[in-house]
């Protein structure tokens, strides 16, 4: 079954600092696997998806994954945060084909501090 | 290119009364998928749908819940008798009928339904 765990529920960073947030997943074949981020009260955004090819991946305001399939993970990084980036993240596996559905972590709150 | 619709942003029902929300993908999208967001929790897949079928239903409660995708007009989240655990954000996204664009889903801003 497919399974996504992000363990750290909340990260404090600086303003400026470099931030890295995991994601490991469960599945049994190549998954796609996605980052998304919400702000307070909004829908989600995504920020960028693995499918295949290169494993790392450049998304949009500047954050970045990769894909390690020998440790199961797509963590997410970003070497300069600004304040704005403060939000929740959740990363997500989509099942295979023929199924559409997403399957996501827990998210990780981040603060991001002056 | 207007985003995801999702109406009403907030609803608020006493037990026991239906509960109607409502998705309006994005235009030229084909697929609806809803999610329910308990919480301090992450979102869950409840149902997708396209139009006139649905195509899976694994993670939508056996009672109560239904939905819907008319050939014409939104899909519609329809839960009958709400309960206080209803209450939550419903999320609904939509994506491409291409297959090789089908996971690309995109998210509306939700309807939070509050349970009283």
């Known amino acids: 079954a497919q399974s996504v765990t992000q363990p750290d529920i909340h990260i404090t960073v600086s303003e400026g600092a470099s931030l890295e947030l995991r994601c490991n997943y469960s599945?049994?074949?190549?998954?796609?696997l996605f980052w998304y981020v919400q702000s307070p009260g909004q829908g989600l955004q995504l920020l960028l998806k693995y499918f295949s090819g290169d494993t790392l991946v450049q998304g949009i305001k500047g954050f970045e994954a990769e894909f390690k399939r020998s440790q199961s993970s797509f963590n997410l990084r970003k070497p300069s945060v600004h304040w704005s980036d403060a939000a929740e993240y959740f990363c997500a596996v989509g099942a295979g084909t023929g199924a559409n559905n997403l399957f996501f972590g827990t998210g990780t709150r981040l603060t991001v501090i002056p | 290119n207007a985003g995801v619709m999702q109406n009403p942003r907030h609803l608020v029902r006493r037990r026991g009364q239906e509960a109607r929300l409502r998705c309006s993908p994005m235009?030229?999208?084909?697929?609806v998928y809803w999610y329910r967001q308990l919480p301090e929790e992450g979102l869950k897949f409840m149902v997708y749908l396209q139009k006139e079928n649905i195509i899976d239903e694994s993670g939508m409660p056996k009672e109560r819940f239904s939905a819907e995708f008319p050939k014409e007009g939104p899909s519609i989240l329809r839960i009958q008798q709400v309960v206080r655990g209803d209450s939550a954000a419903y999320f609904c996204?939509?994506?491409?009928?291409?297959?090789?664009?089908?996971?690309?889903?995109?998210f509306g801003p939700g309807t939070r339904l509050t349970v009283t």
């Open positions: 235009k030229g999208h084909s697929h």
């Open positions: 996204a939509s994506s491409p009928g291409r297959q090789d664009l089908s996971y690309e889903q995109y």
């Open positions: 599945y049994g074949a190549t998954p796609y």
